[in-house]
């Protein structure tokens, strides 16, 4: 692995634009329904920015709350092996409970915050994972604090909410329905679907119809690989956070173990 930093944000915007506008195009029509709901909403989000890595905000986020005084030293312990994290760098733990905590063990939601996974804690009371198992997990998540955990890209984040939720539910349907052959083949028939659309709109002069369906449809072929891209690109900052905490070879585990390994900017 090279000296060279990793080049992360134009990779970021790239995964961010089919949320912005999609988000934009949803927060317009909303505007016109319902503009006060639309101004609670933006009041909201800016209150979740600007406290972000405050408590009650780090519960709606994670379900996470201050860990026990014992636990907490139990995790401090097994986190020795990060450097960046010892002495005044020692973070605040807090541990994460609930349905807000599956699929994942750790996350840095801000400098010197540290949340572990109920789970990741009794794996460590039992002893049935490593300290430096624990550590390399850390130091990702770490690694990829730089480009998550700014509230620029929490603000991004909120702005996009209506494309994560239409993203999150036609991804359950898509995982529910992947065996039927109709639905694959729909799929398979945008092009077409598509072609004939922007046909019919161009020969009658609609442009405001035309420009957005050639924007969707190029959207439905980059979205994807750019996703796929960015998550290469997060493994990747957090890999060179555990090698320059010296733990590359230590104990290598998974990215996907961090809260963000594989996030969806989820």
Known sequence: ?????????????????????????????MLGLNPRAVEVSLLLGVLFVAGCRTRPV???????????????????????????????????????????????????????LLVVSERLVSRIRAGRISDLEVSVLVAQALGQLPALGSRAALAVDGYCLPWTVVRTVSSAVARRFSLVALVSLSWRMRPLVFGMA?????????????????????????????????????????????????LAQAAPVPSQGSRFADRRVQ
């Not at 930093?5 to 506008?21: I, N």
Request: glycine share 8%; with cysteine; net charge positive.
């Open 1 to 29: 692995m090279n000296g060279r930093p990793v080049r992360w944000r134009a990779r970021w915007f790239c995964t961010q634009v089919t949320g912005l506008l999609f988000s934009t195009a949803a927060w317009l029509v």
């Open 198 to 246: 922007l046909v019919d709109s161009v020969q009658n002069s609609r442009w405001e119809a035309a420009i957005p369906l050639v924007v969707m449809s190029v959207l439905t072929y980059t979205t994807g690989p750019l996703e796929r891209a960015w998550r290469r690109r997060l493994a990747e900052l957090g890999d060179r956070q555990v090698a320059a905490e010296g």
């Open 58 to 112: 780090l519960w709606l986020a994670y379900g996470a709350r201050p860990v026990a005084p014992a636990d907490r030293d139990l995790v401090l312990a097994a986190i020795v092996p990060v450097g960046s994290l010892r002495g005044r760098n020692q973070p605040r733990v807090f541990i994460a409970r609930g349905r807000r905590s599956a699929g994942w063990d750790v996350a840095v939601p801000g400098p010197r």
